[in-house]
């Protein structure tokens, strides 16, 4: 799993136990970080203002104020607000209204910062694993928010020059002309849309390029 060494983990919901229960799991898996919580968007934010992250969990049902209404467009105009002014923040949802994340879709393809959804269904292992997804910046979007199998041009290109060409993530971005941040960007959108995750420890490339040449985009 990912090593936590004084991380910065913000969670915020406004059930207390979840809240306790969230955290115990996260103290646990990562007894270095320092965990802090939230109860409401206001103090999400102003928690946000003050601290550096390395990752943020909210709930998308979330009042805006202490005795507001929980509701899930507050939510949903908190993560508009933090991908906006944190780019790179890593970033899990715990809700059971995944389908609502379709309104965020194009925010989410654009955010370089990690984006995992965790069912609130499931057991606090799946939560987990999407915490150590978010943190090693891949995406986990759910189906809902897809339509097909879309690839940007730039996803494409880079599909050619890794595995046609064989280069590594370096000579891509200066045959691209961007930032090696953008182009590991690039690999967690291709991973995330092939439905590719780090499981059973399975290299990440191979089965992308597995993938590429089983739907044609490569030869």
Known sequence: ???????????????????????????????????????TIKSALKQLENIKFDLIIVDLAMPETMGGTAQTDNGIQL?????????????????????????LKAAISNHEGGFTVADKSLPMSEMLTKVDWALKGLHNTPMEIRSGLELKPEWLELLQLAFKEGLQDIPISKRMNISERTVRHYWSKIYDVFRIYPNDGKNLRIQAEIRAREEGLID
């Open 1 to 39: 799993m990912y090593q936590a060494n004084k991380q910065k983990i913000l969670v915020v919901d406004d059930h207390e136990s979840v809240l306790y229960a969230t955290i115990n799991v996260l103290k646990q898996q990562y007894p270095e970080a320092k965990t802090i919580q939230a109860q």
């Open 79 to 103: 993560l508009k607000t933090l991908m906006r002014l944190y780019p790179t923040l890593n970033i899990v949802i715990q809700t059971a209204n995944t389908r609502a994340l379709v309104r």
